[in-house]
């Protein structure tokens, strides 16, 4: 979840194989259409999902904090990893390296 926050991105496409979700996060742009259009890129390699498998995944749309979409939402979440291992740290952690290293390289 610090991995959402962290990215600076709006809109998330999650594959669980089974399910599909794509996830507008509070702080996306209200004026963005909400469910995404047919015809947009998220929704075409939401498509492609259909031609890819055996099963046709359930698709989900979900809109942070709204409350009809709160259990979904908690679905979504659980299905996030925050990939933490041995050799290093989390995505979220090597976003923030990156973002220090570029700000460091453009003050010189």
Known sequence: QASLES???HI???DAYDRAFIYYSAS?????PF???L???IRS???GFKQDRLLTPQHFFVKSGQ???HEIEGEFLQLLLD???AAGGSFAQFIQICAKEVSSIKQK
């Open 7 to 9: 990215s600076g991105n």
């Open 28 to 32: 996306a742009d209200p004026s963005l």
């Open 39 to 41: 015809e947009s890129l």
């Open 12 to 14: 998330f496409l999650l």
């Open 45 to 47: 390699n939401m498509s």
């Open 35 to 37: 469910p995404p259009p």
């Open 67 to 69: 409350a009809a979409s």
């Open 83 to 85: 990939d933490v291992n």
